[in-house]
C-alpha cells in the first residue's frame, strides 16, 4: 500500500500561535520537534497498518520544517521551496491514499491561525465554492483519482474536512479557543488519537471516494486589498472583478488552476503600504 502524507504546521499539537510556526520566532524549534514527533506516530501506525511505500511532503511555509534526522527511517520526504505543486508535490496517480497531517481552517474561519496561504488571502474558491488550503489540496488529490483518508488538526479543520470530503476521518488534536489559543491534547495522548484513526483510516479506505474537481474550474481568489489584486493580475489571463479585490482565473484542469494559485499568491506578497 503506498501512502502520501502531506504535513502542515498550524494543526499539529500545542501549537497556538504564530511563534511556533515562523523560523525567526523562539519557539519554532519545539514546534518542529513537535511536528516531526507527530508524523512519526503517524508513519508508525501506517506501517504497522500495511504501508509499505510512504511520501511525506513538507508542506509548510518554506517547507524545510521537519527534522529528517528524527524521521522514520523508512519515509521519504520531500522537502524545501519553489515545489511546482507547493503541498501537493510528489503526489500522482500511484498512490493509495493521502493524509493531511497538521492541517487548519480556512482563511477567515473560526480557528487556531486559520488562513489561506499567506495572509493577503481573504478568499479562495472554485466555481464559486469557497475553499482554503484543504479544498485545493483535495481536488488536486481527486485529479489523480487519489482520496484524502484522514485529516489532522484542530477542531475546526476536523469540521472542514467532515464537510469538504463525505466519509473522511479526523483526528481532533486540538480545541480552538481563539486564532492564538487552543486546549490541547499532549503530544503522547494526540500521539495515541492519531494512531488508532490512522488504523481506522486504512482498514476503511475502500469506502473513501476522491473529492472529483470540476473539469474547467474557474478560480477567484479574494485578496485583502487591491494592491494585492494588481500584483496578482500581472499573470496573463487574469482579470480583476470591477470594485472588489477578487481575482479571476479561467483553468483549462484543477493542475492549471492550482499553479495559478501559487503565482498570483507569490505576486500579491509583493505589495507594501509606502
Not at 31 to 56: F, H, K, P, W
Not at 111 to 136: C, K, Q, T, W, Y
Not at 169 to 196: C, D, M
Not at 205 to 231: C, D, M, S, Y
Amino acid at each position: 500500500m503506498k501512502l502520501y502524507i502531506s504535513a502542515d504546521m498550524e494543526g499539529i499539537t500545542g501549537l497556538p500561535d504564530h511563534t511556533y510556526v515562523d523560523s525567526s520566532k523562539h519557539n519554532y524549534e519545539r514546534g518542529r520537534r513537535i511536528m516531526t514527533e507527530e508524523v512519526n506516530y503517524v508513519l508508525n501506525a501506517a506501517y504497522q497498518s500495511g504501508c509499505t511505500d510512504i511520501l511525506v511532503n513538507d508542506s509548510h511555509s518554506k517547507m524545510n520544517n521537519i527534522l529528517i534526522d528524527q524521521l522514520h527511517p523508512e519515509a521519504a520526504l520531500i522537502t524545501g521551496d519553489a515545489k511546482p505543486f507547493s503541498m501537493m508535490q510528489g503526489l500522482d496517480a500511484s498512490f493509495d491514499g493521502i493524509f493531511f497531517i497538521g492541517y487548519h481552517a480556512r482563511a477567515g474561519q473560526f480557528g487556531v491561525m486559520s488562513h489561506a496561504m499567506v495572509h493577503a488571502v481573504r478568499n479562495f474558491s472554485i466555481n464559486d465554492e469557497p475553499m482554503g488550503e484543504m479544498g485545493l489540496n483535495a481536488y488536486l488529490a481527486g485529479y489523480y483519482g487519489v482520496p484524502v483518508l484522514m485529516v489532522s488538526g484542530d477542531d475546526q479543520a476536523a469540521a472542514e474536512a467532515e464537510e469538504l470530503i463525505p466519509g473522511i476521518k479526523t483526528a481532533a488534536v486540538k480545541q480552538t479557543i481563539s486564532r492564538s489559543a487552543v486546549k490541547s491534547l499532549t503530544p503522547k495522548k494526540a500521539g495515541e488519537l492519531l494512531q488508532e484513526r490512522v488504523q481506522t483510516a486504512l482498514e476503511n479506505r475502500e469506502k473513501a471516494k476522491p473529492l472529483v474537481p470540476p473539469e474547467r474550474p474557474v478560480l477567484k481568489i479574494e485578496f485583502t486589498n487591491h494592491g494585492q489584486a494588481e500584483w496578482a493580475n500581472l499573470m496573463p489571463g487574469t482579470s480583476i472583478l470591477p470594485g472588489t479585490t477578487i481575482v479571476v482565473y479561467q483553468a483549462k484542469d484543477i493542475l492549471e488552476a492550482y499553479q495559478a494559485m501559487l503565482v498570483m499568491v507569490e505576486l500579491a506578497i509583493n505589495t507594501t503600504f509606502t
